[in-house]
């Protein structure tokens, strides 16, 4: 009986209030386990958990629909979103890219959600260790690394940056993503980077669609690092760059 479901799932959420979290916990189980092919026990066990910010148990009952049900991929969001609202960034890129997993068509909301996730900046050297792990298991999957790339950038670290759009143009197009990093890099004033992203661009894809504007967008990389050194007093390389 449904509505004899939602009552004791109701009760069990009242005997948590009643500092009765044992009895809580095993009824809202007990209402699980009689119908575990049936989502509807689970998810309003679950918002009952996190109503009284029971995340860890919440996590759990999720954990156990993904299980036994087939289909629920939607449910790593919701797991994904729990563990962010404990902070624990690292754990909520591990569940998103896992509803990738099951969706790899929606590349666009897994880049929204982990670049969502760095709005924080000292939780971005946690989703960049579960990127790198997860292409450590699957280095064909290139929208990540790609995801991955933009965040580097975004931590101005270009090292890094640079040699994940190199990968990726060996895997592609003739160039179009470092074509991506050098506006990049040109834009946050990392005027080395940027030229030497279109120098790879030009020695490498000789017929690139992208030659004529790498070589104009070279010629201003060089003019902007020569005011850069002008402004700096270092007329010797800023009369080097011109040159160039």
């Known amino acids: 009986n449904p509505a004899n479901t939602v009552w004791k799932i109701d009760l069990a959420e009242v005997y948590y209030l009643n500092n009765q979290r044992q009895q809580a916990l095993e009824l809202w189980w007990t209402e699980i386990k009689k119908d575990p092919k049936n989502i509807a026990p689970y998810r309003?066990?679950?918002?009952a958990m996190i109503n009284q910010r029971l995340y860890a148990e919440a996590i759990a009952v999720y954990g156990e629909a993904l299980r036994q049900i087939e289909g629920q991929a939607n449910l790593y969001l919701d797991i994904g979103?729990?563990?962010?609202?404990q902070l624990q960034y690292g754990q909520a890129?591990?569940?998103?890219?896992?509803?990738y997993n099951?969706?790899?068509?929606?590349?666009?909301?897994?880049?929204r959600q982990i670049l969502n996730l760095c709005d924080e900046p000292t939780q971005v050297p946690a989703v960049i260790q579960?990127?790198?792990?997860?292409?450590?298991?699957?280095?064909?999957?290139?929208?990540?690394?790609?995801?991955?790339?933009?965040?580097?950038?975004?931590?101005?670290?270009?090292?890094?940056?640079?040699?994940?759009?190199?990968?990726l143009d060996q895997k592609a197009t003739r160039?179009?993503?470092?074509?991506?990093?050098?506006?990049?890099?040109?834009n946050n004033h990392a005027y080395e980077y940027a030229i030497a992203a279109y120098q790879v661009l030009q020695s490498l894809y000789l017929d690139s669609p992208y030659k004529v504007q790498s070589d104009f967008?070279?010629?201003?990389?060089?003019?902007?690092?020569?005011?850069?050194?002008?402004?700096?007093?270092?007329?010797?390389k800023a009369v080097a760059e011109m040159a160039r």
């Open 175 to 186: 160039g179009k993503y470092l074509l991506t990093f050098a506006a990049e890099a040109y």
């Open 44 to 47: 309003l066990s679950a918002m």
């Open 102 to 111: 099951s969706n790899p068509q929606q590349k666009q909301f897994l880049q």
């Open 217 to 236: 967008e070279l010629g201003r990389c060089h003019f902007a690092l020569a005011n850069f050194y002008q402004e700096n007093s270092n007329t010797e």
């Open 81 to 85: 979103n729990l563990y962010k609202q």
């Open 93 to 99: 890129a591990e569940q998103y890219l896992n509803y």
């Open 130 to 167: 579960t990127l790198e792990k997860y292409l450590a298991l699957d280095p064909q999957q290139n929208d990540v690394r790609e995801i991955l790339a933009g965040l580097f950038l975004k931590e101005k670290d270009y090292e890094h940056a640079f040699n994940i759009y190199k990968t």
